[in-house]
């Protein structure tokens, strides 16, 4: 059984930073993208960032430089570290999968930002 648990999001200042981490298990991790996603109240969910299977990453442009997802195979997690927090960035963060022809989602994690 797929199942992706967030962790890490918290209340930080602008200009601080944050990691947030995404504990995968019920599939073999090592062999899928994993993606960053998040919604904002008011907001569409946005694609943040994603990880392939052999190490690629891209990057929204609102993130790009400040972000960085990376992951580590042998723990089953994908990382999301984050610099130069703005106000902007405040939102729900959620971990993302597609596997076994379906779209798993973890449960999110509040980041908010104080100006």
């Known amino acids: 059984q797929v199942q992706l648990v967030e962790s890490g999001g918290d209340l930080v200042q602008s200009g601080g930073s944050l990691r947030l981490s995404c504990a995968a298990s019920?599939?073999?991790?090592?062999?899928?993208?994993m993606s960053w996603y998040r919604q904002a109240p008011g907001k569409e969910r946005e694609l943040v960032a994603i990880?392939?299977?052999?190490?690629?990453?891209n990057y929204a442009d609102s993130v790009k430089g400040r972000f960085t997802i990376s992951r580590d195979n042998a723990k089953n997690t994908v990382y999301l570290q984050m610099n130069s927090l703005k106000s902007e960035d405040t939102a729900v963060y959620y971990c993302y999968v597609r596997a076994f022809a379906q779209r798993y989602w973890g449960h999110g994690t509040q980041v908010t930002v104080s100006s």
């Open positions: 019920g599939f073999t991790f090592s062999n899928y993208h």
């Open positions: 990880i392939t299977s052999a190490g690629g990453t």
